[in-house]
């Protein structure tokens, strides 16, 4: 009878914590970090063994053949299927290509997603239908857990995790070896049910239970005495020396009776099938706490090492924003270029001269100096020159910032990784200049816009809109600069008088009472531009350290949901098992 579970809920939740896992990748890794290995382990699991099997509980169990090589796996598959379905050999390794024995009509449920299709897709399992297979059981004849081939281990490793059963073959002489011990180990910690075959054992009776005994002594010792399907005893089966089959390339059918026989009635038998994947569940779920705790705590320590990181970057930012700032501070955008196409256009000698005139006077000399057929050209080139001055040093600044955060990151192993896949970031980025004349362009227009709009009488707007938007915002990015570095009305030697030149000339365009607030303002917005135009060089290196995922303690919580509906899950499974 079909399982009638409900599997959804166990699903939502295997592929929230799926999510969350992938979302945890390391964005400041170390060398030679397992995390990641750690997080590839787990997203596996969770993807091509538990939501697989979740899915589908109708699925053929997967039984996988491991051990030694020439142990006499692929001897034995052929023994159960009656046929020679994947050749044994004297050539060891022999199984190089893990062969699945499924019964006819049984390729279809193994392949549309389920439990192993990832490896079949990947042409990485050879499927074999025989009616000698067993309807229900999906038998695998694995590559060896022992050979020099690492990629054999490898892939029995794998096979390992997707099983639901696991039939251990090893022989008389090779039982005590260590690595596939170690297999059984993991097969122990995966809570996958075992069955032993200890093959090509003395003829000799007396000798034979001699060996069998010490084997079963061995198997108990490593706390498998009860690892059978059900928690049952484990079973234990002797095949002798030389029970081989010609015609199957197989152990003999009369030697593996008690194999086939079991197989055969745990196939038959849909409570026991049932049960024998809950346990598998079960196991497979068992080591979930202990991969998510410590992919949680990888992704604790990967947060710590970014928010160092970030630390480096956004000290070396602000350290030269403040020297920016300060600069802007000591008046050195008014001196140099700036300056001198500035007092070529507005005459030296014509300032003290009209400062001494009253505000009619001073109106009337803006709008012939300011006329555009007469100071267009000096205009640009004083607003060009100021932009060059802010814009190079924004840019010198940025640089100045960006080497020594990355100094910082060289010398912290997961800095040194990301600068080596980034090594633009030694220097200011390449859109900068570009993006800082933008800002600053935007700057000068939100002034202009200000000034234009703040004019304290309509006779002055107009007036101030008849000199040109390029006069009006010139004449305010100076006056801001002169602010900025304190000057202010009285001190009319700073700066060839330009400060008290500037305000005066705003004063005249817009009334005084508005000067001082407009100019404040402006200040203010231009500081927020540079700092903005600096942020946004740091962001070259702070978008590498942002983690894609909700956290480790969200992933903690999806962990446990998990747990939570598994544990729902399967007693409902024990309720239409047995
Ligand atoms: N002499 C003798 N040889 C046996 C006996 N049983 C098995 N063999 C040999 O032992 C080897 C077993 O080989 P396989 O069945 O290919 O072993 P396997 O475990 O699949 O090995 P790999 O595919 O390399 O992992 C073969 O060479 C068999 O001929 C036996 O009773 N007597
Ligand atoms: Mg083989």
């Known amino acids: 009878m079909p399982t009638a579970v409900d599997t959804t809920a166990l ?22 970090d397992l995390g990641a290995a750690r997080r590839r382990r787990l997203a596996w699991h969770l993807d091509d063994y538990l939501l697989p099997r979740v899915r589908d509980l109708e699925a053929p169990l997967v039984c996988i053949l491991l051990g030694s090589t020439g142990a006499g796996k692929s001897s034995l598959l ?26 006819p009509g049984q390729a279809d449920a193994f392949m549309s997603g389920k439990v192993l299709a990832a490896l079949a897709d990947a042409d990485r399992l050879q499927l074999v239908v025989h009616e000698g297979a067993f309807a229900e059981i999906a038998l695998v004849d694995a590559p060896d857990v022992d050979s020099v081939e690492a990629e054999n281990r490898r892939t029995a490793e794998e096979l390992l995790q997707a099983a639901d059963l696991c039939l251990f073959v090893t022989t008389a002489q090779r039982y005590a070896d260590a690595v596939p011990w170690e297999f059984l180990r993991q097969a122990k910690a995966r809570g996958v049910p075992l069955l032993v075959v200890v093959n090509r054992l003395p003829r000799r009776e007396a000798d034979r239970r001699a060996v069998l005994d010490d084997a079963r002594r061995r198997f108990e010792e490593a706390g498998l005495g009860t690892a059978g399907p059900g928690g049952r005893d484990l079973p234990l089966l002797g095949v002798a020396e030389g029970a081989r089959d010609p015609v199957t390339d197989g152990l003999a059918a009369a030697a593996i009776e008690p194999v086939r026989g079991a197989l055969a009635e745990l196939s038959a038998d849909t409570a026991a099938l049932t049960a024998v994947k809950a346990q598998a569940l079960r196991g497979a779920l068992a080591g979930l706490p202990a991969a998510t705790g410590e992919v949680a705590a990888d992704s604790e320590a990967d947060r710590r090492r970014a928010a160092a990181l970030r630390a480096h970057v956004e000290r070396a930012y602000d350290a030269e924003q403040e020297r920016l700032q300060d600069r802007l501070a000591g008046g050195d955008f008014l001196r140099g270029e700036v300056m001198r196409s500035w007092q070529e256009f507005v005459g030296v000698g014509d300032v003290s001269r009209w400062l001494s005139t009253g505000i009619g006077r001073v109106r009337s000399w803006l709008s012939r100096q300011f006329s555009p057929a007469k100071g267009g050209p000096e205009l640009q080139r004083t607003k060009e020159q100021a932009f060059e001055e802010l814009v190079g040093a924004l840019v010198r600044h940025a640089d100045v910032a960006a080497g020594n955060a990355a100094t ?109 607030d407009i100019i404040r303002a402006a200040e203010r917005d231009l500081r927020r531009t540079l700092r903005s135009a600096l942020e946004t060089d740091a962001r070259r290196f702070l978008d590498l350290l942002t983690p ?8 903690r919580e999806a962990g446990h949901r998990v747990l939570a509906e598994a544990e729902r899950l399967i007693t409902s499974l024990a309720g239409t098992g047995r």
């Open 548 to 555: 894609a995922g909700d956290g480790p303690e969200a992933l």
């Open 78 to 103: 052929n023994g159960l299927a009656g046929a020679r379905v994947s050749p044994s050999g004297v050539v060891r390794p022999t199984t190089m290509r893990p062969v699945v024995l499924l019964a």
């Open 11 to 32: 699903q939502a939740a295997l592929a929230g914590l799926a999510a969350e896992v992938a979302g945890a990748t390391a964005v400041a890794p170390v060398p030679g």
């Open 408 to 516: 910082q990151w060289a010398a912290d192993p997961a800095g040194a990784l990301l600068l080596d896949a980034h090594p633009g970031l030694w220097g200011h980025g390449p859109a900068l200049e570009t993006e800082a004349r933008a800002m600053l362009t935007q700057w000068l227009g939100r002034l202009t816009r200000m000034v234009e709009e703040r004019g304290h009488s309509r006779r002055a707007f107009a007036f101030a809109t008849s000199l040109g938007v390029n006069a009006i915002g010139v004449v305010a990015m100076l006056a801001v600069f002169a602010h900025s570095a304190g000057l202010t009305g009285g001190e009319v030697v700073i700066a060839g008088g330009t400060a008290v030149l500037n305000q005066k000339l705003l004063e005249a365009l817009i009334g005084e009472a508005a000067v001082a």
